[in-house]
Nanobody
Framework: QVQLVESGGGLVQAGGSLRLSCQAS????????MAWYRQAPGKQRELVAE???????NYTDSVKGRFTISRDNSKKAVYLQMNSLKPEDTAVYYC?????????WGQGTQVTVSS
């Protein structure tokens, strides 16, 4: 019902910035919360940041103060501004949305932070 496409990943030096975008399509009127997850090779996928339909945000401790999640409901998009990037931020970043009890995922975008 909902398709998610991430973009904005790439290679950046430590201390640099990237802005990830996630564009939703399909039955977007049913979307409630949205979130960004990431998964490094050989590791579990972890929650990075989440935002409710009314703008309440939550961040994992390791990115707090450096990353900012935002959404534009009229554009059906969610964003992740990443500043002061560290090598440990290297991962595939996935967009996620919740629809009632259902969850949808994007295909992921690679973020690589070099030392």
């Amino acid at each position: 019902q909902v398709q998610l496409v991430e973009s904005g990943g790439g290679l950046v030096q430590a201390g640099g910035s990237l802005r990830l975008s996630c564009q939703a399509s399909g039955y977007t009127s049913s979307i409630d919360a949205m979130a960004w997850y990431r998964q490094a090779p050989g590791k579990q996928r972890e929650l990075v940041a989440e935002i409710s339909s009314r703008g309440t945000t939550n961040y994992t401790d390791s990115v707090k103060g450096r990353f900012t999640i935002s959404r534009d409901n009229s554009k059906k998009a969610v964003y992740l501004q990443m500043n002061s990037l560290k090598p440990e931020d290297t991962a595939v970043y996935y967009c996620n949305c919740r629809r009632n009890i259902y969850y949808d995922w994007g295909q992921g975008t690679q973020v690589t932070v070099s030392s």
